[in-house]
């Protein structure tokens, strides 16, 4: 079965840190999708990644970078030079592709890690 | 923003009663899930559509029915209410199974008391 592991529940540090969310992922399919979710404190959840399984590199948008490596199955996330607007919750997901308990019945989450960035 | 709602936003009901949530997109996406979120748990699935009149169950799906007669409308109905089904309900869509990523709608905040 499929999982995802964010075993950072709280993390807290001051504006412009850089911080590191973690995200260890379980699945026994070779062909998979990693995404990143963000649910500020207002509530809705925002897409910001998608990886698949056959890319194994980085990728970078602003202030945001992603570190997939399938050897220790995981797909972490750093926020450099953080701001307060980046405090949300963030949530790893998982998808498996085709229909074999995959790719159709949804993503496998996180339960998610709350960051805090105080000015 | 892809163009999904949900309605009711908030609705606070007694055990027992039954009720129903709607989910409505414009985008014309084949695929359509609804997860329920709690702390301590993340997001978990209840129940996906894969077309009209298709659907499946997901991992807490007791207690949960799904209908979807076209293609912009999934509802999820909860025959009798308790209190351990207040959460807080996201509807989500997606145009390609597996690897595309899914947009989700506002959320429907349910408290049974």
């Known amino acids: 079965a499929q999982k995802v592991t964010q075993a950072q529940t709280e993390i807290s540090v001051v504006e412009k840190e850089d911080v590191t969310l973690d995200c260890v992922y379980e699945t026994r399919d070779t062909t998979y999708y990693l995404f990143w979710y963000k649910q500020p404190p207002s509530g809705e959840l925002g897409f910001l990644i998608r990886r698949n399984s056959f890319d194994e590199q980085n990728e970078i948008s602003g202030r945001y970078s992603w570190n997939f490596q399938k050897s220790t199955s995981s797909f972490n996330f750093t926020i450099t030079a953080s701001q307060v607007v980046d405090s949300a919750v963030y949530f790893c997901?998982?998808?498996?592709?085709?229909?074999?308990?995959?790719?159709?019945?949804?993503?496998?989450f996180g339960k998610g890690t709350h960051l805090i960035i105080q000015p | 923003d892809a163009g999904i709602t949900q309605s009711p936003r908030h609705k606070v009901t007694e055990t027992g009663t039954p009720v129903t949530l709607r989910c409505h997109q414009t985008?014309?996406?084949?695929?359509m899930y609804w997860y329920r979120q709690d702390p301590g748990h993340g997001l978990r699935l209840i129940h996906y559509?894969?077309?009209?009149?298709?659907?499946d169950k997901g991992e807490v799906s007791d207690g949960y029915s799904v209908s979807r007669s076209k293609t912009e409308d999934f509802l999820l109905t909860l025959e009798s209410a308790t209190s351990s089904q207040t959460s807080v309900y996201f509807c989500?869509?997606?145009?390609?199974?597996?690897?595309?990523?899914?947009?989700f709608g506002p959320g429907t905040r349910l408290t049974v008391l």
């Open positions: 559509s894969y077309g009209v009149k298709d659907t």
């Open positions: 985008e014309n996406h084949r695929y």
């Open positions: 997901a998982l998808s498996e592709a085709g229909y074999s308990g995959g790719g159709a019945d949804g993503l496998t």
């Open positions: 989500a869509i997606s145009d390609v199974i597996g690897g595309n990523e899914q947009f």
